[in-house]
């Protein structure tokens, strides 16, 4: 049974009105998107280490350059989540030191390892070609800051994969049989766990039922990973590779590709922090908190020094 302020906000919900930080919300509502917020601004953060690897042996200057503009896009898209999370109420130390305790998630496909050139071109193209098809139906979310948010986001997220999809196309056009290799190695491997971001089929998605009437998520999960396949094989076909998935297969009567069954084992010991990259991640993220403490203080001892100069 809703109370007449539940029934009020489902109706502004329903007539595509957003909701503000100031407005009345469900206790449910709030969680939830202090839930999914906290988890995207962790994954923008904890997502800048495995391109991170590269920075220090991009091929050229101007590979260089384009990586680390790319790595500090991510850090800002983090730093804007957690503003975007804090207008809910939510203390942005407490869900870092959650997420540095192992007690929060992040995206699954940040436990991977990169490890050739060409999987920087490999996140780019599909971690970040999954990433916007994600956040492209986010831009409607019905949280007016998130919203607002991803429409930001999505702009310099169409930048990072096409700059992936173009460090691919060169290697495959003017790289040596080795690069090649490489292309379509990064291509095996980051494949699978692309797919996997979009989370559990939607039979096994707890949250989506309830996300979907908030409208929170416009689309299942299943829906976009199906979008992201059908907008991505044309783009390996141009690049000459193939993916790991016998099964994948353009299905004429659907209109969509078929393709074969996600190793889901595989996925829930990646959340259980048993991934490849889990532990490593982790304690990188704890020692940069660590190694940055004394510039914090010092910013704080330096403001206290100004505010009693002012008083003065
Ligand atoms: N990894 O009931 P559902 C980026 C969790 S892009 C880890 O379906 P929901 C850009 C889920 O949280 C990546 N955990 O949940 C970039 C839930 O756990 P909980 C970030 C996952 O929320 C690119 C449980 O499983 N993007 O960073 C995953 O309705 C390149 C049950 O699942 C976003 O976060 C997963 N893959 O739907 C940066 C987008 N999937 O909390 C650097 C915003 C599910 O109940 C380099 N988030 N889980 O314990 C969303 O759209 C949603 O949260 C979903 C999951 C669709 C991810």
Redesign the pocket.
């Known amino acids: 049974e809703m109370g007449p302020e539940e029934r009020a906000f489902q109706e502004k919900i329903d007539a595509e009105i957003k909701i503000e930080a100031k407005n009345w919300m469900p206790d449910n509502y709030r969680k939830t998107l202090i ?2 917020i906290s ?2 601004a962790h ?2 953060i904890v ?2 280490l ?2 991170g690897n590269w920075v220090t042996r991009a091929p050229t200057l101007k590979r260089k350059l384009q990586l680390m503009a790319k790595i500090q896009d ?1 850090a800002g ?1 983090g730093l804007y989540l957690y503003s975007a999370m804090e207008t809910l109420g939510a203390d942005r130390d407490e869900e870092i030191e959650k997420l540095h305790s192992g007690r929060a ?6 436990n991977y390892p990169t490890l050739n050139w060409a999987d920087m071109g490999a ?2 193209w599909l ?2 070609g ?2 916007i098809v ?2 492209v139906v ?1 831009q409607r979310t019905s949280y007016g800051p998130y919203s607002r948010a991803m429409i930001r986001i999505c702009k310099e ?1 169409s930048f ?1 994969q096409r700059q992936g999809y173009e460090i691919l196309l060169h290697m495959m056009r003017h790289g040596t049989q080795a690069q090649k290799d490489m292309v379509q190695d990064a291509i095996n491997r980051l494949w699978w766990p692309s797919l ?5 089929s939607d039979a096994e ?4 039922a309830q ?1 979907m009437a908030w409208k929170i ?1 416009r689309h299942t ?1 299943d829906e ?1 990973r199906q979008r992201f396949i059908d907008q991505t094989v044309p783009q390996l076909e141009i690049l000459g590779c193939t993916a790991p998935d016998p099964d994948l297969k353009w299905n004429e009567e659907r209109g969509h590709y078929d393709f074969g069954e996600i190793q889901w084992e595989e ?1 829930y010991e ?2 259980k922090g048993n991934g490849p990259c889990n532990r490593e991640r982790l304690e990188t993220r704890r020692n940069a908190i660590q190694d940055g403490a004394w510039v914090r203080e010092a910013a704080v001892a330096h403001a206290n020094k100004k505010q009693k100069q002012q008083a003065a």
Do not use: C, T, W
């Not at 996997?196 to 559990?200: A, E, L, S, V």
């Open positions: 839930r999914q988890q995207h994954s923008e997502g800048m495995p391109e991510e898209h998630k992040y995206s699954s496909i940040f996140v780019g971690v970040d999954a990433a994600n956040q986010l997220e990072h996997m971001m979009f989370g559990p998605s707890p949250n989506s996300s998520k999960n976009l996925f990646v959340l």
